[in-house]
T-cell receptor
Framework: AQSVTQPDIHITVSEGASLELRCNYS??????LFWYVQSPGQGLQLLLK??????LVQGIKGFEAEFKRSQSSFNLRKPSVHWSDAAEYFC????????????FGAGTILRVKS | NAGVTQTPKFRVLKTGQSMTLLCAQD?????MYWYRQDPGMGLRLIHY???????AKGEVPDGYNVSRLKKQNFLLGLESAAPSQTSVYFC????????????FGEGSRLTVL
């Protein structure tokens, strides 16, 4: 069965510092991978996705993620964090025939200190 | 644009009571989903639908029923609520096929006493 592990429950970074959120997945076939962000009291919003091709994908709000098949990882990065990036971040793998059934990780809560 | 709308946003139930959560989307999406979100567990799929008149079980379907009588609506029912169903419920919708992007509602917080 598909699974997603986000090893860090909480991460605190200073504003302007770089960020990397870790994600490891388990999936037998070629994975469809996603990062979503959830602001407090809101639904989830797609940051970026990987289906195939270039293993470095760019998303919204200055985020990028790199797919590494050998490490079964899809880590999210941002070179300079802004206070508005404080939120919960979810990594997900697409399961099912069309990859639409998402299996989510437990999430990482990002705190930004000024 | 309304997108995905969930009602109600908050509800408190007593054990054994029933209720229905309504999800409505105005994007003409084929696929719709119900997830529950619990601390430290991410989102787990309850039921989903790949088109009007169809439903299927997800990862945690027990204690829930769903219906998709109209393409734009997806109802989630709890026939006899239990404290274990205290959670935040999210509805989402997407285009059919390989797109990956789910559009989420703002969530419905349910407390079962």
């Amino acid at each position: 069965a598909q699974s997603v592990t986000q090893p860090d429950i909480h991460i605190t970074v200073s504003e302007g510092a770089s960020l990397e959120l870790r994600c490891n997945y388990s999936y037998g076939a070629t994975p469809y991978l996603f990062w979503y962000v959830q602001s407090p009291g809101q639904g989830l919003q797609l940051l970026l996705k990987y289906f195939s091709g270039d293993t470095l994908v760019q998303g919204i709000k200055g985020f990028e993620a790199e797919f590494k098949r050998s490490q079964s990882s899809f880590n999210l990065r941002k070179p300079s964090v802004h206070w508005s990036d404080a939120a919960e971040y979810f990594c997900a793998v697409g399961a099912g025939e069309y990859g639409n059934k998402l299996v989510f990780g437990a999430g990482t809560i990002l705190r930004v200190k000024s | 644009n309304a997108g995905v709308t969930q009602t109600p946003k908050f509800r408190v139930l007593k054990t054994g009571q029933s209720m229905t959560l309504l999800c409505a989307q105005d994007m003409n999406h084929e696929y719709m989903y119900w997830y529950r979100q619990d601390p430290g567990m991410g989102l787990r799929l309850i039921h989903y639908s790949v088109g009007e008149g169809t439903t299927a079980k997800g990862e945690v379907p027990d204690g829930y029923n769903v219906s998709r009588l109209k393409k734009q609506n997806f109802l989630l029912g709890l026939e006899s609520a239990a404290p274990s169903q205290t959670s935040v419920y999210f509805c989402a919708s997407s285009w059919a096929g390989l797109t990956g992007e789910l559009f989420f509602g703002e969530g419905s917080r349910l407390t079962v006493l």
